[in-house]
């Protein structure tokens, strides 16, 4: 099995946040020289970036092309936050996160604490905000489990960290607290993983394409029940190759499904 060698990966990373940065229309050529990514790099992000569940809109106009604002298929993801009570904060926190505005989460304790929230996660079955002090710089997490309220508020603030070190320090939390394994699955030729909530952290996730036409898709993950459960809406098409661990508790998983049918 290949992975991405150090430089690919983050050149992966690299385009990918990039993208994510587009909000209208621009013209390819301009974006590969504005971010100083040469046609070759891009075009191998391109052609890897359907197995990260990604829709790279790529328009001909005139001579060249049109590039449109990145699209992530994220239909998931609304399931995992049904049964929590923090669910209406959490949306408006992704919303934040997404237009990089600043909020004042007060907590229990009555502290408070002025943050950029930068993403939700879940761990250990718990919420979380990743989120950059505005006072100190420094990177921290917030457990929604702590927090009492919250107040959107609308300034500039100039972030010290690309999102790149954003996906970087979540993976440090998770190898830290010993909680990642690295997940690999076979995917039965034509098929495509389906989309899995962007709460559900998947650190380095990479794929290659073995000699009969299945895809080897790998990722460090924190074992879940929502890990099962998206596991589960694809059994027929995936075979999990490693680790063991999760491949038996998976077995365990959809036997009790099956009884409970």
Request: contains cysteine; hydrophobic residues 35%.
């Amino acid at each position: 099995m290949t992975s991405f060698s150090s430089m690919e990966d983050q050149n992966f990373w690299n385009i990918l946040f990039n993208l994510e940065e587009i909000r209208k229309p621009i013209s390819l050529v301009s974006f590969l020289r504005k971010n100083h990514i040469n046609r070759d790099e891009f075009y191998m992000f391109y052609e890897k970036s359907h197995f990260y569940g990604l829709s790279i809109d790529l328009r001909p106009k005139d001579d060249e092309f049109l590039l449109m604002p990145l699209s992530w298929r994220r239909d998931y993801g609304d399931i995992l936050l049904e049964n929590t009570s923090h669910r209406e904060l959490i949306k408006d926190i992704q919303t934040a996160c997404k237009d990089g505005r600043v909020c004042e989460f007060t907590f229990l304790d009555h502290s408070k604490k002025k943050v950029r929230p930068w993403r939700v996660v879940l761990s250990q079955n718990l919420y979380k905000v990743i989120s950059e002090d505005v006072v100190t710089k420094k990177l921290i997490t917030i457990d929604m489990n702590e927090v009492d309220d919250i107040e959107f508020q609308d300034f500039d603030y100039a972030s010290m960290y690309s999102r790149f070190e954003i996906e970087e320090y979540i993976n440090a939390l998770r190898h830290i607290d010993g909680s990642d394994q690295r997940l690999v699955l076979k995917l039965n030729y034509g098929f495509e993983l389906t989309p899995i909530s962007n709460l559900i952290f998947l650190g380095h996730p990479y794929s290659t394409t073995n000699q009969y036409g299945e895809i080897i898709w790998a990722a460090s993950v924190e074992k879940s029940l929502y890990l099962f459960d998206w596991l589960y809406s694809m059994r027929d098409q995936i075979e999990i190759l490693e680790p063991s661990c999760i491949k038996e508790e998976f077995e365990e998983f959809c036997q009790k499904r099956r009884n409970a049918a």
